[in-house]
């Protein structure tokens, strides 16, 4: 999280259409059969506990406060959430992402597809800024190894001043 290399690099690609964004991430992993995924299920608990691939995304850069929060595992189990919205927070939000994953020799993919609806965008425009976050987490050599694309230099996801930030293209 402080913006060191790490020693199994996570690459990512972001598009949009106008339903959605898609998130392409390829997790590269020496160690394939000591991945850690036992969640299966939507919104099941510990999921952040699995070798995963987090999301964080505040279409409002106004508004750090809020922000809407995917996780997703190899087995393509995903959480989703939402920060800073009152009562409705955390797992008590379902939205509508929708995950793929596949596992390969020496890596695996996640394709999360996040509807615009979901992030209360009603017409995206290109220019829009979206602020971002991807994360990985990472258990593999038996203790937590974490890697963000927008380094926030604290144990702590959540601080969307430091995200990065995707500009729809036109």
Wanted: overall charge negative; aromatic content about 12%; charged content about 20%.
């Amino acid at each position: 999280l402080t913006g060191e290399a790490m020693p199994d690099p996570t690459w990512f690609t972001v598009g949009w259409t106008s339903a959605g964004i898609q998130l392409n991430v390829l997790c590269f992993e020496r160690s394939m059969d000591k991945i850690r995924a036992h969640c299966t299920m939507h919104d099941q608990s510990g999921l952040w506990d699995d070798d995963c691939v987090e999301v964080f995304l505040n279409p409002d850069p106004n508004d750090t406060r809020k922000s809407y929060h995917y996780i997703v595992n190899s087995k393509g189990a995903i959480w989703d959430g939402r920060l800073g919205f009152g009562t409705e927070t955390g797992d008590a939000w379902d939205g509508t992402a929708k995950a793929s994953t596949s596992i390969e020799a020496k890596r695996w993919r996640v394709t999360l597809t996040i509807p615009f609806a979901d992030l209360g965008i009603a017409v995206p425009t290109p220019g829009q800024a979206i602020k971002a976050n991807v994360y990985r987490t990472r258990w593999v050599g038996g203790s937590l190894e974490s890697s963000a694309w927008s380094p926030t230099n604290v144990p702590d996801y959540s601080i969307s001043k430091r995200y990065g930030t995707f500009i729809l293209g036109g």
